[in-house]
């Protein structure tokens, strides 16, 4: 290495913190030549000369370095002596340095940089290598000194701050390589239009490639085109002055040119539009909102009224299938037809913009994890490519592995993350980068806990007095998927024993009690996520509730001791320790019901009076865990006060739950809405008000009582339906799908839990058509009982224990008969507790399943998951909307039809009883009961006779017609007559005691309407 002039002169100074050289940081593109980067330094005090040495990476070239001619802080100061060097050797790899003297030369006028920050004193620039992977950091990096080949200094980093030499403080810099570029824009917004005033219809080809529009007349203009938009007009390049009260729509067209090489890229037309619009590319439609017709004719008026987003950007991006070949090299044309919702409508606007791009990201599911990364995402979009294979960023932190598992999806592991929150997730490749805002949140470290390693336990000695019951509940998860039972609790019985223990293994949990012959115990796949446990015992029995749900119980009484010692992660006989987490635990004097321990899951109650004692676990430090019982008694952690080889570890989880839904209060009510109820669940700061919204529609009022339950009002809705509800805060999102019903307050039923069905246990597949309405089950040999039908959840009216081993699938049917196609109906729902999996029909057609795969599913298919019944008879799972099935009710004979499919051969249960519930607008009504006394009497027919001959008025024509034919005549008093003295026929529903609405659909109605008659 040759040494530079300036040696002499920057003898080894003192360091000086308030002196600094850096070196700049910019982006890059793979390739880019003379990429440049400026020399700064931070100076307290005049400078009259420099001298630096920097390395670089791989990857950079050195392209050169100037300061003669650089402008020197506010004077344009230029130096008078300036050497630049460069080369490469075995210690330093690639390397440069320069020095400068800004007074070298006569006339000696004292040429100095004075005092400042971010002063440039040197520009260098690099030749960036070719095919270098997106993100890549290449480092310039100053030294204190490059040595020669003996060692000595051959030039120091040093400035000669007013006459002495002083060693900056040094801040390295260099470039991140960014793949290049994001896409190709086709046509812009401004492109200019040929338009046609939409006051007569278009010429039939007026959207194909072919079509002159200049030839015809058409006007031209550039866009955004519309008129008088309230958010800016400004933004209108194109304005239609006479579109106000004079027509509906706009028919525009532009040329778009695709160079070659593009023809398997995504495009996207992104748009901002008020009203509705059709767009077509080369005459084939691409895209359409809030318009209808094929084609939507000159005057047709958009659906409803859309608003803009933003006058400068646009409402919404539309991806067009590159399968389409849209895309080929040449000239193309876009056409668009827009449309305003009124003629008197206030404004009207059209944009567009159209790009072409390798691939695009549509989502990242998961959405969330872990601070600590590690977890699998799938990236999901179209046009991924494994060559060249892709980089996948979250935030700024690149994916430690990613990748293509088919053109639309990108397996990726998630990196650590740097902080809480949303960030972007980024793809790039050698054809492009693209990135999704706010696509993956990392949560946590949100929860303290305790960590058991197997060998560690906790306990309290006294928890006071046990009466009539216990609850025991807390959140767990278990480490390692092993098959020995771990003891999670247990409170101690005689010594030695314990009263109660709660055991649980990979995949089971079990209640063990003192004086019980057998363990109630719940087949469960534990695994390694967190879970709710709680199990409730009394003289009456025992229950486990797992994750809200009631998953075993028996009626075996237990005794419990008048006080006893609780142990946390072991028992007191010889039982092995719990290896998992421990996020909050609580023991109660006294049974809770299994609604209560579904929604308040989340809940870290205090100072209640039923609490024996409620550890929150959030100390995170000491050898004691406070408690927020009325006790005070703090659960010591090991096998002493203090520390000890038995104490378990604090811990933060990362992954706990930080937001979630567990239940709403009431979970139904009047399409009218106004209702408050209450949501539970966790992550409801008070003083942060969250957004809840019951579908797309916003919660008028939201109260936060605490973080586990809020209060929000319902609005209003226009149909009766299931509708999800939300709740955003800040740490995220919740979701309860069909979380709460628009329901009317009056229901009714074809089928109510009781009702006699046909079913089959299916050893074999059942006839084809063993779900229309014309099968007959009877001549079929299927067996007949009443529901619930099953065995082994306590739950069956018609017991099928023998089936357990057989069979895996029950089929089930049960049949009513309608008048009329149930035209007035407005609400259809089925009620239904299953276990496991099922599908329901309705007159043939499936309405809803769960948990069962096929289509139709074979008789042998196993549910695709456990699910354990909530309750007993009179207790549903679910209950489902089913109002889009409404068209299949049918006059006649119509049929609910269900599969059951148990998950194993060898469960111990299954379970199936249903309602299906149904309401119409109205009064309600009983047939034949002309005066409304509620009962059928000789007056009755009387009254029907004086409607037909006396014009008597009445307000229920509908009970009037007593064979509901749809007429009244003298039938309908025949009819009554003959069922009052001779034994005829009952009049069809509704009968005396079941009032219901009418709704046949035919002329005779409950609102006072003009007889039909005959």
């Known amino acids: 290495m040759n040494s530079v002039c300036l040696v002499a002169m920057v003898a080894w100074g003192q360091f000086a913190a308030e002196n600094v050289l850096r070196i700049e940081h910019a982006t890059v593109a793979p390739g880019e030549e003379r990429a440049v980067l400026r020399i700064l330094v931070d100076n307290d005090d005049f400078v009259m000369g420099l001298s630096f040495g920097a390395v670089y990476d791989e990857g950079l070239n050195f392209g050169g370095l100037a300061i003669e001619g650089t402008e020197l802080g506010p004077e344009g100061l230029a130096a008078e002596y300036f050497e630049v060097f460069e080369g490469s050797d075995a210690e330093h790899g690639a390397f440069f340095g320069a020095a400068a003297i800004f007074d070298a030369a006569a006339p000696f006028d004292w040429r100095k940089l004075p005092p400042g920050t ?88 007026w959207a194909a490639p072919d079509f002159d529009a200049v030839s015809a007349g058409w006007d031209a203009g550039p866009g955004p085109i519309g008129y008088e938009h309230g958010e800016d007009p400004a933004v209108l390049a194109t304005v239609l002055d006479d579109m106000d009260g004079g027509y509906l729509s706009v028919f525009l067209r532009t040329a778009i040119e695709v160079p070659a090489g593009y ?135 690149r994916s430690p592995d990613a990748a293509v598992a088919g053109p639309e999806a990108i397996v990726a592991i998630v990196p650590p993350g740097v902080a809480r929150g949303a960030v972007a997730v980024e793809v790039a490749d050698a054809r492009g980068v693209r990135a999704l805002p706010d696509a993956y949140r990392y949560v946590g470290p949100r929860q303290a806990g305790l960590r058991f390693g197997g060998g560690q336990a906790a306990g309290v000695e006294d928890l006071g007095v046990f009466s009539d019951g216990a609850t025991f509940e807390g959140w767990f998860r278990r480490s390692g998927t092993g098959i020995r039972w771990t003891t999670l609790c247990a409170l101690e019985g005689a010594p030695g024993t314990e009263a109660v223990r709660i055991d649980t293994r990979w995949n089971r949990v079990r209640a063990a009690t003192a004086g019980a012959e057998t363990d109630l115990t719940f087949d469960a796949n534990a695994g390694t996520v967190w879970h709710h446990i709680a199990v409730s015992v009394s003289p ?72 024996a004692g409620a550890w929150h676990l959030k100390d995170a430090a000491g050898d004691l865990a406070e408690d ?131 079913y089959f246990v299916a050893e074999a597949a059942p006839d084809a058509g063993w779900r229309d309405p014309a099968f007959d089950a009877a001549a079929a040999g299927w067996s007949r009982g009443p529901s619930g039908l099953g065995y082994g959840d306590g739950d069956d009216a018609t017991d099928l224990a023998w089936m357990a081993g057989r069979a895996l699938t029950l089929y089930a049917r049960t049949t009513w008969e309608l008048p009329s196609a149930g035209a007035a109906i407005d609400y259809l729902a089925l009620r239904i507790r299953y276990d496991d999996g099922f599908v329901a029909y309705l007159n043939g057609w499936e309405i809803v399943r769960r948990a069962v795969a096929g289509t139709p599913p074979a008789f042998d298919e196993p549910a695709s998951e456990l699910h354990e019944i909530l309750g007993g008879a009179g207790t549903f799972d679910e209950r489902i ?134």
């Open 263 to 397: 023809e398997d890229w995504i495009g996207f037309l992104k748009v901002r539009y008020d009203d509705g619009f059709v767009a077509y590319l080369d005459g084939i439609e691409i895209a359409r909102r809030n318009l209808e017709g094929e084609p939507p004719a000159f005057d047709a008026a958009a659906a409803s009224n859309h608003e803009i987003v933003d006058p400068y950007g646009f409402d919404e991006t539309i991806a067009i299938d590159p399968a389409s070949a849209f895309f080929a090299p040449g000239v193309h044309v876009l056409a668009v037809q827009a449309h305003n919702a009124t003629l008197a409508s206030s404004d009207f606007s059209f944009a567009a913009e159209l790009e072409l791009a390798p691939f695009v990201i549509e989502s990242v599911e998961p959405a969330f994890g872990a601070m600590g990364g590690g977890n699998s995402v799938t990236i999901k979009g179209m046009g991924f490519s494994a060559a060249p294979p892709p980089v996948v960023f979250f935030g700024d932190v």
């Open 628 to 758: 927020k019982g009325p006790r005070g008694t703090a659960l010591v952690l090991g096998a002493l006060a203090g520390p000890d080889a038995e104490d378990p570890a604090w811990a933060w989880f990362e992954d706990f739950p930080e937001i979630a839904i567990t239940a709403i209060d009431p979970d139904h009510g009047p399409r009218a809405g106004g209702g408050v109820v209450a949501v539970y669940g966790t992550g409801f700061a008070p003083g942060a008000v969250p957004a809840v919204a019951f579908g797309a529609t916003a919660s008028p009022q939201v109260d936060v009582e605490s973080p586990w339950k809020l209060q929000a009002a319902v609005p209003v809705r226009d149909a009766h339906e299931s509708v999800d509800v939300t709740v955003t805060t800040e740490a995220g999102t919740a979701v309860a799908a069909g979380g709460y019903t628009y329901r009317p307050e009056a229901v009714y039923a074809f089928v109510r839990e009781g009702d006699a069905w046909d």
């Open 881 to 1014: 909307d089913v109002g889009g099935a409404i068209g299949f009710l049918a006059p006649g004979t119509n049929v609910l039809a269900i599969e059951t499919h148990n998950e194993s051969i060898d469960s111990s249960d299954l379970s199936m009883s249903a309602e299906l519930e149904y309401s119409a607008p109205g009064a309600t009504f009983v047939r034949g009961d002309v005066n409304g006394d509620g009962a059928l009497t000789v007056s009755d027919a009387v009254g029907v006779l004086r409607v037909l001959f006396a014009g008597r008025e009445l307000a229920c024509l509908e009970a009037a017609d007593a064979a509901d034919d749809g007429v009244l005549n003298v039938a309908d008093a025949i009819a009554l007559l003959g069922f009052l003295f001779t034994g005829g026929a009952a009049p069809p529903p509704p009968a005396p005691g079941g009032p219901m609405p009418d709704i046949d659909g035919d002329a005779l109605d409950c609102a006072g309407a003009t007889a039909a008659r005959r």
């Open 118 to 205: 971010d002063q440039a004193v040197g520009v260098v620039s690099f030749d960036v290598a070719q095919g270098l992977t997106h993100r890549t950091t290449l480092s310039v990096t100053p030294l204190p000194a490059l040595t020669d080949e003996g060692g000595g200094p051959a030039v120091a980093t040093v400035l000669m701050v007013a006459g002495e030499g002083q060693v900056p403080r040094l801040v390295a810099g260099g470039v991140t390589v960014l793949a290049s570029g994001t896409g190709l824009v086709l046509m812009r917004e401004s492109q200019e239009w040929r338009f046609l005033k939409g006051t007569a219809p278009p010429p039939e080809e």
């Open 540 to 611: 009456a029995g025992r229950r486990i509730v797992l994750d809200g749900i009631e998953v075993a119980a028996d009626g075996q009484g237990v005794v419990l001791p008048a006080s006893g010692a609780f142990r946390l992660g072991a028992g007191f006989g010889d039982t092995s320790r719990f290896t998992g987490d421990v996020e909050s635990f609580r023991v109660w004097n006294t049974v809770r019901p299994p609604a209560e321990l579904a929604r308040e899951r989340f809940a870290l109650p205090e100072g209640l009076s039923e609490l």
